[in-house]
């Protein structure tokens, strides 16, 4: 993968399939990919090393790029700390600092006492928990400063703001969250798509049918959503097979239609499987209910889901 975000990029799979989704938690991965002299890759919700790369997995280098992108993830190497440029230290006074490549942790991070400017010892995440802690993810996904009103952090805020420019003027480590949702992806060129809100569950009816032990098969190649991670189209065969146990039936034509308010969502596969058998399983007032999706090859794998049971 060329993405330099590649953490974030998993991290977005995660969050729509993998129960990713506590902003009180912070997510950290060990992504088993070569980048090169690239090692890691954190911000605020999301951090993780690459485990392939030069170099890391040897003893004291494995260590050293855990904690630099740990720190990452608590905000560390916010703008507003002496020595730090583009979240990182930039002098040689730092060598051998977390910030830069070490295993130190000296006063500058962890309490430096500069006025309306976070330290590490107050972060939320650390116990035991400080008298008057700071959230990461307030300050930098909300663009909430609060009590830290460090001149450098407002001037930041205030350009970022004017000029709707927030990743070239951001005041600390990026906030990865927004790159989970697919807004900020940073994988090349992508097209628009919608949320899962535009999926239309009320275009299912139904119809009665007394026959509860039945095996309905329903099937078609016609099923189409979005990537969320490129915004290009996926295309799905789709496997419906139920016992009418709730005396319903689908109608088919609002099965189409209901398939149809896909088209335009960005879901991954097992989230579209996964709501699929959530809708139906509701209008049809059944459990006896298995969705198979097998999606089109991609980049040449075959994935199948299958969500439910007839038993």
């Not at 583009?86 to 830069?100: C, I, M, R």
């Not at 239609?257 to 399983?281: P, W």
């Not at 007032?285 to 980049?299: D, F």
Request: charge should be positive; include cysteine; proline fraction near 3%.
């Amino acid at each position: 993968m060329k993405d330099k975000s590649v953490n974030t990029q998993i991290g977005n799979y995660f969050h729509q399939v993998g129960g990713f989704t506590n902003k009180k938690k912070t997510y950290f991965l060990w992504t088993d990919v070569n980048k090169g002299n690239h090692s890691g890759d954190a911000g605020v919700g999301i951090g993780g090393i690459f485990v392939q790369s030069n170099g890391v997995s040897a003893g004291n280098r494995l260590i050293t790029i855990n904690l630099h992108e740990l720190l990452h993830t608590q905000l560390m190497g916010i703008r507003c700390i002496k020595g730090i440029k583009k979240v990182h230290y930039q002098d040689g006074s730092a060598n051998g600092h977390q910030l830069s490549v070490g295993t130190k942790l000296n006063k500058s991070i962890y309490t430096h006492n500069i006025e309306g400017c976070p330290q590490l010892i107050d972060s939320v995440y650390l116990t035991p928990t400080s008298k008057d802690p700071y959230d990461p993810y307030k300050i930098m996904c909300d663009r909430d400063l609060g009590k830290y009103t460090h001149p450098k952090l407002v001037k930041l805020m205030a350009k970022a703001t004017k000029k709707n420019k927030w990743y070239s003027n951001r005041i600390g480590p990026t906030c990865n969250w927004r790159d989970w949702t697919g807004k900020f992806a940073k994988s090349g060129k992508k097209f628009d798509f919608l949320d899962e809100s535009h999926i239309d569950s009320s275009l299912l009816e139904v119809f009665k049918f007394n026959s509860p032990n039945q095996y309905i098969k329903t099937e078609t190649d016609e099923f189409s959503a979005v990537c969320p991670f490129s915004g290009l189209p996926d295309i799905s065969y789709v496997k419906i097979e139920y016992l009418p146990t709730g005396k319903k039936c689908v109608e088919l034509k609002s099965l189409k239609y209901y398939f149809v308010s896909f088209r335009n969502v960005g879901i991954y596969q097992e989230a579209a499987t996964k709501r699929i058998y959530k809708d139906l399983t509701s209008v049809l007032e059944t459990k006896q209910l298995i969705i198979t999706t097998l999606y089109n090859i991609r980049g040449g794998f075959k994935t199948t889901c299958i969500e439910g049971s007839l038993k």
